[in-house]
């Protein structure tokens, strides 16, 4: 039986989120248990965020540590990330998301190349769900001498490239691998998978061919090798052993469905006997990131709605999910603006007699870098009407996306009484961020934004959002499934535009008082504080937590499947390593070689302009002295016709003189 205070080992992959969990992390210290944060992505010390620094200062019961396993090259681990990887793929490919577009083509693009090889570029798209066939045809090619049409081998398209045959015309393993990790090329007219470039090896042809890939179980047959190999392959020995050292009571991990090594942990737990809790941090994690390879003794997620994406879209038990509610969402509903509306408009350069229209940026993910120049457009438009002219606009970037925003030409083009603040070129990471961020959506009339959690968060506040569905960001709001909740889930939180007019028109009479504000309580209810508004989600997750650590979880012995599979698996796996370090190595070679050439034409190009720029120099100097000396030349002839003319005019002179003396 564990003890009553409980030592908690918390996996966050990035230091960064570590804010998302905070009134949880301090409700738990307060309670006496000791928290160790661990983070998966080694940063300086220096970049330590505000939240880690004061949960340290105020409580040394939680401590931090950074996640150096050292098992990049081991072969198994590296077998089951990119199974993992690979699984995510497919499973963001499937009918059930067939009206997204943005995320399952981020999913393919950090497939595995064998699995894009595999299940091809175009097997979720046109033919969505029609399995593994896909444009097998378009993995990178192999160019080797040209064999006779219709050789094993042979693209029958172009029949000058041999893919992977040897001059024989067999296929040879390694060239089979070497075409399947070419990565495609990404350049189709949506920028997603569709263009990639096409010309598949024969082998692959057979793996995936008309009755592989024609038919639907192709993909899932692909698919169900995959998940074999993700849900027999053991736990890393560094996992194991990173676990024994320690020995926590609990394991907490908060990329569930983002880091496959985080599931590596969960099963070795499981056999270790420690029990486990997988916290969803966020709300598009269970719709946009992954698949839940390993499923833990409890996952928390915010609400109902995860909850159904957690059983239906993942395949999780009922009795294992919990709707806790949105912790990170607890200090905007009590909280209160640090200063008055005068202050914070003159601090940011707005003027405080009008009211001013938040935008909240998003992610370059979500919006890319053409979001200044969109945002620019609709700002002109809407102060175009005269009923809001000269209204006031405050830009806030994202916090992970300021470079756009850093050109200064983007706040002259907003015009008057329109800034962006804070500005991108200044470091965010202080003790006022949070202060700044509440007191400009509390000031603000409205809020504006393409697709961001800040849309929420301004929601809980008691700001009314709008946005407007727009081409430019048509893959990223219709195509995403997580944006349909701000507008569907308790009637919705948000009003909804078809066009920047239509927009303008919507915000007009909101600030005029001729139409209500959009009542977001239902929407708060059903997808923030499940429990009631009146109820914070933190100490809900806290309880969680804890009832899950003092639970009693015996050691889990190894399925009798991954007993029979696993040396296979591993003899697989260390031919794949082979085969990759191999790859690797000629790939370093060609890089190698590459330099080279690149170092010797750039020597050549300097040492041809440094011999041009020097015969330049000569040539000017050589026709320098030449312009001199023709010119001492003839200054002398001149000198010399002067002084012959003085000779011959004294000789007459004299001439003239002596004849009256004769």
């Known amino acids: 039986m564990a003890s009553t205070r409980l030592r908690i080992a918390f996996l966050i992959d990035v230091e960064g989120q570590a804010y998302v969990f905070a009134p949880t992390l301090r409700i738990l210290a307060e309670r006496g248990h000791s928290v160790a944060m661990v983070f998966g992505k080694v940063v300086s010390p220096e970049a330590t965020t505000v939240v880690i620094r004061r949960l340290r200062a105020e409580f040394p019961a939680i401590t931090r540590e950074w996640l150096r396993l050292d098992d990049h090259d081991d072969p198994e681990p590296v077998l089951f990330r990119k199974a993992w990887t690979g699984l995510a793929a497919l499973h963001y490919r499937a009918p059930r998301f067939a009206g997204t577009e943005a995320v399952p083509d981020r999913a393919w693009k950090y497939a595995p190349r064998l699995v894009q090889a595999l299940a091809g570029t175009r097997w979720g798209r046109s033919e969505r769900g029609r399995g593994a066939r896909a444009g097998v045809r378009r993995v990178g090619v192999e160019t080797m001498p040209p064999g006779p049409a219709g050789t094993p081998g042979v693209c029958e398209r172009r029949p000058d490239r041999q893919i992977v045959c040897a001059r024989g015309g067999a296929p040879t393993p390694a060239g089979l691998l070497r075409a399947a990790q070419r990565r495609p090329r990404f350049g189709g007219p949506d920028g997603g998978p569709d263009g990639a470039c096409m010309s598949a090896p024969g082998p692959v042809h057979a793996l995936a061919g008309p009755r592989g890939g024609r038919c639907a179980g192709g993909g899932r047959a692909l698919a169900g090798v995959l998940r074999v190999v993700v849900e027999t392959m053991p736990p890393g020995p560094a996992v194991t052993r990173w676990l024994c050292e320690r020995r926590p009571d609990l394991l907490i991990v908060s990329a569930l469905v983002v880091d496959p090594r985080q599931a590596e942990f969960i099963r070795a737990a499981k056999r270790l006997g420690i029990p486990s809790v997988g916290a969803v941090r966020s709300w598009d994690n269970l719709t946009s990131k992954g698949v839940i390879a390993e499923v833990p003794d409890v996952i928390t997620v915010w609400n109902?709605?995860?909850?159904?994406?957690?059983?239906?879209?993942?395949?999780?038990?009922?009795?294992?999910?919990?709707?806790?509610?949105?912790?990170?969402?607890?200090?905007?509903?009590?909280?209160?603006?640090?200063?008055?509306?005068?202050?914070?408009?003159?601090?940011?350069?707005?003027?405080?007699?009008?009211?001013?229209?938040?935008?909240?940026?998003?992610?370059?993910?979500?919006?890319?870098?053409?979001?200044?120049?969109?945002?620019?457009?609709?700002?002109?438009?809407?102060?175009?009407?005269?009923?809001?002219?000269?209204?006031?606009?405050?830009?806030?970037?994202?916090?992970?996306?300021?470079?756009?925003?850093?050109?200064?030409?983007?706040?002259?083009?907003?015009?008057?009484?329109a800034t962006i603040w804070p500005s991108p070129s200044i470091d965010r990471s202080h003790e006022r961020e949070d202060d700044d961020f509440f007191d400009s959506i509390f000031h603000s009339a409205a809020v504006v934004g393409v697709n961001t959690t800040a849309l929420i968060e301004s929601a809980v506040v008691g700001r009314p959002v709008l946005s407007v569905l727009t081409d430019e960001f048509r893959r990223t709001q219709q195509g995403s499934a997580h944006f349909a909740y701000l507008h569907t889930v308790g009637g919705g939180m948000m009003r909804l535009a078809r066009s920047v007019d239509e927009h303008a028109e919507q915000l007009t009479a909101l600030l005029r008082g001729e139409e209500p504000p959009p009542d977001a309580s239902a929407f708060l209810r059903e997808f923030v504080r499940p429990h009631g508004l009146d109820r914070p989600a933190a100490p809900i997750l806290a309880d969680v937590i804890e009832r899950t650590g003092r639970r009693e979880r015996s050691p889990e012995p190894s399925r009798v499947r991954a007993l029979l599979v696993w040396p296979l698996l591993r003899l697989v796996a260390r031919l794949l390593a082979a085969l990759e370090t191999s790859e690797r190595e000629r790939e370093r070679r060609r890089k190698l070689v590459r330099r080279r050439v690149q170092h010797a034409r750039k020597t050549g190009r300097r040492r041809l302009e440094h011999a041009r720029k020097t015969g330049r120099r000569r040539f000017r100097r050589a026709r320098k002295t030449n312009r001199l000396r023709v010119a001492r030349g003839t200054n002398h002839a001149r000198s010399l016709r002067r002084r012959g003319g003085r000779a011959l005019r004294r000789a007459l002179y004299a001439r003239r003189v002596e004849r009256p003396r004769d």
């Not at 606009?393 to 850093?406: D, E, F, G, I, N």
């Open 304 to 417: 109902e709605t995860q909850r159904r994406e957690a059983i239906e879209i993942h395949g999780v038990s009922p009795d294992v999910v919990v709707a806790t509610g949105a912790q990170p969402f607890d200090k905007w509903f009590e909280r209160e603006p640090s200063r008055d509306r005068s202050a914070f408009c003159a601090e940011a350069g707005l003027d405080p007699e009008r009211p001013y229209v938040l935008y909240l940026a998003s992610s370059n993910f979500i919006s890319g870098a053409g979001e200044p120049d969109w945002v620019v457009r609709w700002a002109r438009t809407v102060r175009s009407r005269p009923e809001l002219e000269g209204i006031g606009v405050l830009v806030r970037p994202h916090p992970k996306a300021t470079s756009q925003w850093v050109d200064p030409g983007v706040s002259t083009a907003l015009g008057e009484n």
